[in-house]
Nanobody, 126 residues
Framework: QVRLVESGGGSVQAGGSLRLSCAAS????????MGWFRQAPGKEREGVAA????????YYADSVKGRFTVSQDNTKNTVYLQMNSLSPEDSALYYC???????????????????RGQGTQVTVSS
């Protein structure tokens, strides 16, 4: 059974940093598009970042480029999201997701996949 477990959320002041982790288990180590999307109350769901596990190509939403970094540790089956220069607009429930195949349409792939975690809350205060 595929399982994705997020950790690392919390509360931070504007300008601060957090690192989210997503530990994956229960599926074969085939190339995947893994990443993060977020959902804030009253806002549309937004793809944040993704990484293609085969070649480490990364993809980002314009709103987080230059501030967030997605990476992976294959030895631990874990994907990370390093978030710097956080602002209150980044406050949301962050979900890790994994989609089979490439990240050709990464945002939609992460929205549509059945493989996702329970979410971890990130709250940024001004």
């Amino acid at each position: 059974q595929v399982r994705l477990v997020e950790s690392g959320g919390g509360s931070v002041q504007a300008g601060g940093s957090l690192r989210l982790s997503c530990a994956a288990s229960g599926y074969a180590a085939s190339p995947k598009c893994m990443g993060w999307f977020r959902q804030a109350p009253g806002k549309e769901r937004e793809g944040v970042a993704a990484i293609y596990t085969y070649n480490n190509y990364t993809y980002y939403a314009d709103s987080v480029k230059g501030r967030f970094t997605v990476s992976q540790d294959n030895t631990k089956n874990t994907v990370y999201l390093q978030m710097n220069s956080l602002s209150p607009e980044d406050s949301a429930l962050y979900y890790c997701a994994a989609a089979l195949g490439r990240c050709m349409n990464w945002e939609q792939s992460l929205f549509d996949t059945h493989y996702r975690g329970q979410g971890t809350q990130v709250t940024v205060s001004s």
